[in-house]
């Protein structure tokens, strides 16, 4: 059974703040995702990652940064919060011997409030 | 780059009826079309999917259809109980060339019992 988890599922911080999302998977999967989810917007793509440091933009990068130093771990950087990135933040692993079908899996969310 | 869109936004059913949700997409590359269901407080998760190659696929109450040449496709829920009521989000991919899902903006499907 797939297992993605988020670090947190609720976190309340301060404009300019540095704030860091973690999402682990347990099932070796090559390919992670960050994807924003507001109402009315469905899930949008913020970064996406490949392989162990690999990492490409996706839809809406701008005031996010990603790492990726291990095949497990993929972590979503927020330089300097603002109240815009209010959201729920969810993460997804596949794996890359399933391109003929692009099954994600997602954890359970991560809701931050940025006041 | 492709775009999705769904709709409707909303949809409220009495129990027992169907529901069908639709969904458009501008790439013509794209063939592989998945559907999750998100419950309110949880995950979403992948209930159907369907490749290019085919034009229906079935799994018990729900249904998918792939029209290629209009690049639409619709999910189809029969006999609807409470437990369908979720959000529903439809995707798209390219997946002969890459790994990124493209999702519709969801419909929150509301099943009244």
């Known amino acids: 059974d797939v297992k993605v988890t988020q670090s947190s599922r609720y976190l309340v911080k301060r404009t300019g703040e540095k704030v860091f999302l973690e999402c682990v998977q347990d099932m070796d999967h090559e390919n992670m995702f960050w994807y924003r989810q507001d109402p009315g917007l469905g899930l949008r793509l913020i970064y996406f990652?490949?392989?162990?440091?690999?990492?490409e933009k996706g839809d809406i990068p701008e005031g996010y940064s990603v790492s990726r130093e291990k095949k497990e771990r993929f972590s979503l950087i927020l330089e300097s919060a603002s109240t815009n990135q209010t959201s729920m933040y969810l993460c997804?692993?596949?794996?890359?011997?399933?391109?003929?079908?692009?099954?994600?899996?997602f954890g359970a969310g991560t809701r931050l409030s940025v006041l | 780059g492709e775009n999705v869109e769904q709709h409707p936004s909303t949809l409220s059913v009495q129990e027992g009826d169907s529901a069908v949700i639709k969904c458009t997409y501008s790439d013509s590359a794209s063939n592989y079309f998945p559907w999750y269901k998100q419950e309110l407080g949880k995950r979403p998760q992948l209930i159907i999917d369907?490749?290019?190659?085919?034009g229906e696929k079935k799994d018990q109450r729900i249904a998918v259809t792939l029209n290629k040449t209009a690049k639409h496709f619709s999910l189809h829920i029969t006999e609807t109980q409470p437990e369908d009521s979720a959000v529903y989000f439809c995707?798209?991919?390219?997946?002969?060339?890459?790994?990124?899902?493209?999702f519709g903006s969801g419909t929150r499907l509301l099943v009244r019992p």
């Open positions: 995707a798209a991919s390219n997946a002969d060339s890459s790994y990124k899902l493209i």
């Open positions: 990652s490949y392989d162990v440091k690999m990492k």
């Open positions: 997804a692993s596949s794996p890359a011997e399933n391109l003929a079908k692009n099954i994600q899996y």
């Open positions: 369907i490749r290019s190659n085919v």
